[in-house]
């Protein structure tokens, strides 16, 4: 048996706050809560499930007490379903996101966002259908 990727954590001043905001992003839920933490995902985990096959991973918010410095070496990626990537970042911003500027230059097909305790990510290609 090999191991899984089961949960990316996130260290944070707020884990409510960015739980929530991350809930609103990617229409999951809170699942966990504990002191200084925060669980989100789209399902609750079980070990049956977990080690019968890959299942989608979930997000925790733990509290640290030092704030983000440089910029993050992993980050999230997201993809729109149901609208365009310009419309996805208008709405992501109108929760409390940022654009952020990398280096990765204008011409990009994505664009690179904040969470709003500074946690770089990226919107990419539109998944939404085309008619």
Not at 71 to 98: F, W
Request: proline content about 6%; some cysteine; glycine content about 6%.
């Amino acid at each position: 048996m090999t191991s899984r990727f089961t949960e990316l954590s996130v260290d944070c001043h707020d884990p409510e706050r960015l739980a929530a905001f991350w809930c609103e992003v990617l229409d999951f839920k809170v699942i966990d809560r504990g002191e200084d933490l925060v669980e989100i995902g789209s399902w609750v985990p079980t070990v049956e499930e977990v080690r019968a096959r890959q299942m989608p991973s979930t997000l925790v918010f733990a509290r640290v007490p030092e704030g983000k410095t440089v910029k993050n070496r992993l980050h999230i990626d997201v993809s729109p379903i149901d609208r365009s990537t310009a419309d996805e970042v208008a709405r992501l911003i109108g929760l409390g996101a940022t654009t952020v500027d990398v280096g990765q230059g204008p011409d990009r097909s994505w664009v690179v966002l904040a969470d709003p305790e500074g946690n770089e990510f990226c919107v990419l290609r539109t998944l939404a259908p085309t008619d």
